[in-house]
């Protein structure tokens, strides 16, 4: 159901790499810093830097504002107990095996063209579409009547799904590159804050306030009205990641990722159409990342923490997806102020945030640990599916929810910087995109399977039970992993250390470091004309923040 998706706000593709940008370097880098535009220093007079300083004050408060209220949707956490009552009439098996499974199959269809279309518009026309996604969701929920209404519901809501990657990118489009940590910062605390507060508010309203589901729903329309009309006054950016790119930059500049990869020789006078296509092709933008996508995926972090985002987040989302269904199976009360969905929701969302800040602060040697690490993790997540399988109590499956959804969001930032380290930011967005596109494919598999009627058509406890064996199979797996990793580093000896920030450097970036006169960050490549910097280790970059 709709409700169950919270969590895929706290992270999107591109959004991830522009969250590992230097952190701690609040004045760039020195001599090798150059503007957005030419490569000469320049120093702006006092009042045009305050003039700057203003601007971006009130940038950054409306981008954040905007972000806080498109996440203010209080009875979104509500939406499975108010389908199921008499308000709606609709019955468990048409809520689990009919309606929901539509989610998955048009999220797939949708993600790619949203995802270019992104781009290639430039955020804002997207973000726009979102917004009016979203009171189509609302319309739909309150006036629909049937099945195919529910369905279409579903539709509108993967739409708005998939354009969550217009707010991240957004954002970052709008600001210098040097601006780029603290601007994540803010925008990732103001949708984490909106999430918190929605639940929360809902859940007051119900609890406290005995307003009936109908009601609730008609509040998250007017505020889902307000945030159509924020977005309107969004401004629209003349620079996009892979379409819209900056003009060339001028001579002493340095050249972005995608300009310094290998273009090819020029086509000879009198060659055939056929080469040329075939030339044009060979020479795209997209064509030539991916021949350096395949180049990085030899290193074994990047494969490894690529897996565990594919198959971890799969199975992560179906139990967001359904675990409102087990509760109201657990707990099927007809009494609304008995109801805990927004306080759950609440709670999984801090602990959440907590989580990801501690993950932090988590300095160990990923190359050797990072198998056991995540065996261990998935290890707990089996348990708590199958404690929320197996209890009939409605607050132990609170419980574990939470503590499920906290110990997925402790890994999610690991994995992100284990990922990004060694990638450029064109390449970062590239495979986010495409770790996400694998996963939304295995999810739907999985729900046509297991799901939908067509398929095995189970009950929400039955797959449940198949969800705990999935993570019990995936935790065997790492730990069969961690012990070979560990058998290899006794058989070599190897008790030297990794430096924690450099397992995933490839030999001409370590090359880079040792040439580097920075110890804080490390020039990875450069976007229109400005060192991009790799991101400092994690549990380190508050320490190199106030060095900078």
Same mark, same amino acid.
């Given at each position: 159901?709709? *409700? ?70 209080? !009875? ?38 949203v995802f270019l279309l992104t781009d290639y518009l430039r955020y804002?026309?997207? @973000? ?17 009547? #049937? ?18 990657? %217009? ?16 601007? %994540? ?19 007051? @309203? ?20 307000? #945030? ?37 020789? !020029? ?66 009360? &007809?009494d609304t102020t008995t109801v805990y969905n927004g306080g759950a ?10 989580? #990801? ?9 990923? %190359?050797?640990?990072?198998? @056991? ?35 997925? *969001? ?22 986010? !995109?495409?770790? &996400?596109? =694998? ?7 999985? &729900? ?8 095995? !058509? ?13 993570? @019990? ?8 992993? %961690?012990?070979?990793?560990? =058998? ?61």
């Amino acid at each position: 159901m709709v *409700q169950k998706k919270l969590s895929s706000r706290l992270f999107t593709v591109q959004g991830q790499c522009h969250l590992q940008s230097p952190p701690g370097l609040r004045g760039g880098l020195g001599g090798m810093a150059p503007s957005d535009q030419v490569a000469e220093k320049q120093v702006p007079p006092e009042p045009e830097r305050g003039r700057e300083l203003k601007s971006w004050r009130c940038l950054v408060f409306y981008l954040c504002f905007y972000g806080f209220m498109a996440q203010m949707r209080p !009875g979104e956490s509500f939406i499975t107990p108010y389908l199921l009552s008499p308000d709606k009439n609709f019955t468990r098996k048409q809520v689990t095996n009919e309606i929901t499974p539509v989610l998955s199959y048009s999220y797939l269809a949708v993600l790619v063209p949203v995802f270019l279309l992104t781009d290639y518009l430039r955020y804002k026309p997207v @973000l726009l579409l979102q917004a009016l996604s979203y009171i189509c969701v609302w319309l739909l929920l309150l006036f629909g009547t #049937s099945v195919l209404h529910m369905q279409f519901m579903e539709l509108f809501y993967s739409v708005t799904m998939a354009a969550r990657i %217009a707010y991240s990118s957004y954002i970052f489009s709008l600001v210098r590159p040097a601006r780029y940590q603290r601007m %994540a910062g803010y925008s990732r605390t103001a949708v984490l804050l909106g999430v918190f507060t929605s639940s929360v508010l809902g859940q007051l @309203l119900v609890t406290v306030g005995r307003l009936s589901f109908s009601m609730l729903n008609y509040i998250s329309l007017a505020f889902l009205t307000f #945030s159509l009309l924020l977005a309107l006054f969004l401004k629209r950016p003349k620079r996009s990641l892979f379409f819209n790119r900056s003009a060339p930059v001028r001579s002493g500049a340095s050249p972005s990722e995608l300009d310094q990869m290998n273009v090819g020789p !020029g086509r000879p006078e009198g060659r055939k159409l056929g080469w040329t296509l075939l030339d044009t092709v060979r020479n795209s933008t997209l064509v030539r990342m991916l021949w350096e996508l395949g180049d990085n995926l030899r290193l074994p972090q990047l494969r490894l923490w690529s897996v565990w985002w594919v198959f971890n987040s799969a199975g992560y989302y179906l139990i967001v997806y359904y675990v409102h269904i087990l509760w109201n199976v657990v707990n099927p009360t &007809t009494d609304t102020t008995t109801v805990y969905n927004g306080g759950a929701d609440a709670a999984s969302t801090l602990l959440g945030a907590i989580t #990801s800040f501690a993950a932090g602060f988590v300095t160990i040697r990923w %190359a050797l640990w990072a198998e @056991l690490v995540i065996a261990g993790v998935t290890a707990v997540q089996a348990g708590l599916i199958f404690l929320m399988y197996s209890t009939s109590s409605i607050w132990l499956c609170y419980v574990a929810f939470v503590l499920f959804r906290g110990s997925y *969001q402790f890994l999610v930032p690991i994995a992100t910087f284990q990922i990004a380290s060694s990638l450029s930011k064109e390449l970062c967005a590239l495979v986010f !995109g495409v770790n &996400t596109f =694998l996963a939304t494919v295995l999810k739907t598999t999985i &729900t046509l399977v297991v799901s939908d009627k067509r398929g095995l !058509g189970l009950t929400v406890h039955e797959q449940f039970l198949i969800y705990f064996a999935y993570f @019990l199979v995936m935790s065997a797996a790492y730990f069969l992993g %961690a012990v070979l990793v560990g =058998l290899r580093h006794l058989r070599e000896g190897r008790h030297q250390p990794l430096p924690l920030a450099q397992e995933l450097r490839s030999p001409e970036e370590k090359a880079a470091h040792l040439l580097s006169v920075q110890p804080a960050a490390l020039p990875l490549a450069t976007e229109n004309g400005v060192w991009a910097t790799g991101p400092a280790p994690l549990g380190q970059s508050q320490q190199l923040e106030t060095k900078a």
